[in-house]
């Protein structure tokens, strides 16, 4: 069993300003967890994460590949969850490599067809767009969670970008509610050639999770 990234440097106050690890964030891990061997097989070389939060994920990934293996790059609106990231990075020794932006904006052009580990937990449950846009305007806490319309707004944007950054042998692994379409997820990356499986699915309180990984189809 690999350990859960050690997040004890962080605080009660850093978790005001920061998404704290929680169901969505977990049913995540135990996904990567399961393709551990897999993952380590393929010897991906550039791994990105979107809105990295406190860098849970990416150090719990650094752990799985080794922290030396690759490029691990995080993204996140909010600067605050980039200083974290960082320094859960440094907490559990793994180089990680923080950038304040909005998903993937700043790579498009450069890793183009390079990304061999695409991770993406987003803002999924359905709120007004006026919120949602409130929400990541002001690249606050709440950007974490609120999804827009259908919880679907930020994922949208990023499924339309999803092949221009995956290489070849790419992985993407997505988190999402039931609610968010799970089915019309899967149908429309099916049609930029990606097939896809569930990886895991969980009930927490009133949310059924899920964890689909997609691959480019042979």
């Not at 994922?155 to 799970?182: C, D, Q, W």
Request: hydrophobic share 40%; net charge negative; proline share 5%.
């Amino acid at each position: 069993m690999i350990p859960t990234p050690d997040l004890s440097h962080l605080t009660r106050v850093d978790y005001e300003h920061v998404y704290e690890p929680a169901e969505d964030t977990f049913i995540l891990l135990d996904a990567l967890e399961q393709d551990a061997a897999e993952l380590q097989s393929s010897r991906p070389l550039i791994c990105l994460e979107i809105g990295s939060g406190s860098g849970c994920v990416s150090a719990f990934l650094a752990k799985i590949l080794g922290s030396k293996a690759c490029l691990f790059l995080c993204t996140d609106i909010n600067s605050y969850a980039s200083r974290c990231t960082l320094d859960t990075g440094h907490q559990n020794r793994a180089a990680l490599q923080p950038v304040v932006a909005s998903l993937a904006d700043p790579f498009l052009e450069r890793l183009g067809h390079n990304v061999d580990v695409l991770l993406f937990n987003p803002p999924y449950v359905p709120t007004v767009s006026q919120d949602w846009q409130s929400a990541q305007f002001g690249k606050s806490l709440e950007g974490a969670w609120a999804g827009g319309t259908d919880g679907m707004q930020l994922t949208n944007e990023l499924l339309m970008n999803v092949n221009h950054l995956l290489s070849p042998r790419g992985r993407f692994y997505l988190v999402a509610l039931k609610a968010n379409g799970i089915e019309n997820i899967q149908q429309r990356m099916l049609a930029f050639g990606f097939a896809s499986k569930i990886c895991l699915q969980r009930r927490a309180g009133r949310e059924h999770l899920f964890v689909i990984r997609f691959q480019r189809m042979p």
